[in-house]
């Protein structure tokens, strides 16, 4: 039972135009979300974070849209850079999760960022 | 940086063999967690720690043992390690900011399970 669900498994953009990258959770008691970015060989490190009582968070280039009601987040990166090739990783905590800080990570997408 | 280190940070054993990977912080965190990294399934937590002796299962433990007799170390033990176990291992710790649920991951350990 996957709660947090990235179906697309690969992006590929253009740099200097727009990348989104999707994350659905299935749990309504999820209020935490997360952004990693994870390169070949190295920890995920983390990007961005949005609570349940926003529905935008943003961090210079990057921004993080999050729809309650569609169970839905986003992240928007503009503009897209080479260095942003990676793979993301959405994931949320909340509820049961709550204890001990758990995470539930999708995943992941990896985004291709081509010159 | 977090401060985490991960030894060893690659690692090919035989099957039934046992395997211990150790996490080491430097910050004082009093949570610290064991993922393991697959194909298609993301990150799964194996089993976390909430202070000195203090551990909980995650979504993945069977097979797995933890132990943390100081602050600053959390081990994670394959007592008998089996080709299914063979994957990336990343241990993180919890921040103590105000955004309480952001974790720090350290660099990883590849175990190869023949």
């Known amino acids: 039972d996957q709660q947090v669900k990235q179906n697309s498994p690969s992006l590929s953009v253009q740099e200097g135009r727009i990348s989104i990258l999707n994350c659905d959770y299935t749990?309504?008691?999820?209020?935490?979300f997360l952004w990693y970015k994870k390169y070949p060989a190295e920890g995920p490190t983390f990007l961005i974070s949005?609570?349940?009582?926003?529905d935008k968070n943003e961090d210079g280039r990057f921004t993080v849209f999050l729809n309650k009601s569609a169970k839905h987040l986003s992240l928007h990166i503009v503009p897209s850079q080479p260095g942003d090739s990676a793979v993301y990783f959405c994931?949320?905590?909340?509820?049961?999760?709550?204890?001990?800080?758990?995470?539930?990570f999708g995943q992941g997408t990896e985004l291709s960022v081509k010159p | 940086d977090a401060g985490i280190t991960q030894s060893p940070r690659h690692k090919v054993t035989e099957t039934g063999t046992p395997v211990t990977l150790r996490c080491h912080q430097t910050?004082?965190?009093?949570?610290m967690y064991w993922y393991r990294q697959d194909p298609g399934h993301g990150l799964r937590l194996i089993h976390y720690?909430?202070?000195?002796?203090?551990?909980d299962k995650g979504e993945v433990s069977d097979g797995y043992s933890v132990s943390r007799s100081k602050t600053e170390d959390f081990l994670l033990t394959l007592e008998s390690a089996t080709s299914s176990q063979t994957s990336v291992y990343f241990c993180?710790?919890?921040?103590?900011?105000?955004?309480?649920?952001?974790?720090?991951f350290g660099p990883g350990t590849r175990l190869t399970v023949l």
């Open positions: 993180a710790i919890r921040s103590g900011g105000w955004s309480y649920n952001e974790q720090f």
């Open positions: 749990n309504s008691m999820f209020d935490y």
């Open positions: 949005i609570s349940s009582i926003k």
């Open positions: 994931a949320a905590s909340g509820g049961d999760y709550n204890q001990g800080g758990k995470l539930i």
């Open positions: 910050e004082n965190h009093r949570y």
């Open positions: 720690s909430y202070g000195v002796k203090d551990t």
